[in-house]
């Protein structure tokens, strides 16, 4: 048996997910309308109780068998992933000698899809799905990836098909991972393999060759696949039960990164393979910045809450969900409150901050005479606003206006009686108004610049 270097074994542990759930399946045919083709299907699918899907959300691999062969040699692999987590959709067409690889491309892409109209499955995906397959399979995985949404494809000594594999592969822009066997005579990774992987247009690809690998081994023994191998003269010097091990090994992080959103990223993959024994492998990948837990800016007088630079934001105020955008206004939110907010990056990967206690910096007493003191019309407005300030105040008081990502954008001293604003030139959006004097905020409203 290959080994992995201890240093690995500690890189990977993050990876290694308990088997938590039996195995339920089931077998039905989809029409395919749009085709006018009935797609036989057999759906393998994480159980608690061996008969119902179990309670959570999973992703979808459809997965495409090799020639002359079907969904039953591939049980070593739907025993491994099933009960880590993963819905396994075998299409169960094309299995003769003389298979139509375009229809097959496209059962695959079809039991993927379809399986979301399905009322007993509907709730429990995940919305992330992988076109895998093994020779032919492997091979019309990249027909099917090539014209459909995919969130990873993963070949197994992937076959040139007809239409081309070889063609498909440059249109495919999710994550893939290509497995060869350097002892893989049945299809030649010279002719096969390598051509395809070269071809991925992908920002992140992986190619993994194992050495001595065999063709078949990918699957448990099949007549058929084991007859053809034997005929090939392949040069193969390791185990079938080798094989699936170093198979899971480098496959089982690349799917949690693609399709579970597991934060391992792609340079820890790259160094996971670089260093397995018994492979050698090729990579191209594009690295994306993740900051980790983003940094929230507080202005309590202003009333906002920034979070650093992602992609999607969740706000919570006191525990419940606020708002989904950078900045949060929380000028009318209470005096004080605790918060948090949750981002996602380009990776997919999610972190939240720890709750965090906001008070406003605002005098208590006097306010509510204040807000009457002062007031802001029209309002929306168009070209300016009007302050009437009514009454005597004491000492100086200056108005501040503030858009609502922060930025100041004027100030100036306030007394009784009418001040215009010449708003003509502003952008149109909500604005903030402060009244302070040297030592607290006086009041705050908000206008609309039409």
Not at 210 to 222: E, F, R
Request: charged content about 15%.
């Amino acid at each position: 048996m290959k080994k992995i270097l201890t240093l690995l074994l500690l890189l990977c542990s993050v990876w290694i997910t308990a088997q938590d759930f039996q195995i339920a399946s089931t077998s039905v045919d989809w029409d395919d309308v749009d085709r006018g083709r009935t797609v036989g299907v057999e759906i393998y699918f994480p159980s608690d109780d061996g008969i119902a899907i179990a309670d959570g959300e999973f992703p979808v691999i459809a997965f495409g068998h090799g020639f002359v062969m079907d969904a039953g040699a591939y049980q070593n692999i739907r025993e491994y992933l099933v009960p880590r987590g993963y819905i396994m959709v075998f299409a169960t067409t094309e299995t003769g000698f003389s298979p139509n690889h375009g229809n097959f491309g496209g059962d695959i892409a079809f039991i993927a899809n379809h399986i979301s109209t399905q009322a007993e499955f509907a709730d429990h995906l995940n919305g992330r799905t992988c076109f895998m397959g093994h020779s032919m399979g492997g091979g019309a995985s990249f027909l099917a990836g090539g014209s459909n949404a995919v969130n990873c494809v993963v070949g197994l000594a992937p076959a040139e098909t007809d239409p081309s594999a070889i063609m498909a592969a440059s249109t495919i822009d999710a994550p893939t991972l290509v497995i060869s066997g350097t002892g893989d005579a049945v299809t030649p990774p010279a002719e096969h393999h390598r051509p395809i992987y070269d071809g991925i247009e992908a920002s992140n690809k992986f190619w993994v060759s194992i050495m001595g690998g065999a063709h078949c081994y990918y699957a448990n023994s099949s007549g058929t696949c084991d007859l053809g191998e034997s005929l090939s003269g392949g040069n193969i010097t390791i185990s079938r039960e080798e094989q699936h091990q170093i198979m899971f090994d480098v496959m089982e992080p690349f799917l949690e990164k693609s399709l579970k959103e597991d934060c391992v990223n792609w340079s820890e993959y790259t160094t996971f393979i670089g260093a397995y024994d018994g492979i050698s492998s090729l990579f191209s990948i594009s690295l994306i910045s993740n900051p980790g837990v983003p940094t929230v800016n507080e202005d309590t007088q202003i009333g906002l809450l920034t979070s650093s630079s992602a992609v999607t934001y969740q706000w919570y105020i006191n525990g419940e969900p606020a708002g989904n955008e950078q900045t949060l206004d929380v000028s009318a939110a209470e005096m004080t409150f605790d918060y948090s907010v949750t981002v996602t990056y380009e990776d997919f990967c999610s972190f939240s901050t720890e709750t965090g206690s906001y008070e406003v910096e605002m005098v208590v007493d006097g306010v509510e005479e204040w807000m009457a003191k002062l007031q802001v019309s029209p309002n929306p407005c168009a070209d300016f606003i009007q302050l009437d300030l009514t009454g005597s105040t004491e000492g100086s008081n200056r108005v501040s206006i503030y858009n609502l990502a922060g930025v100041l954008v004027l100030e100036q001293d306030i007394s009784s009686g009418t001040t215009l604003v010449d708003l003509a030139e502003w952008q149109s959006g909500i604005y903030l108004l402060t009244v302070s004097n040297k030592t607290a905020i006086l009041s705050r409203q908000k206008f609309v610049k039409e």
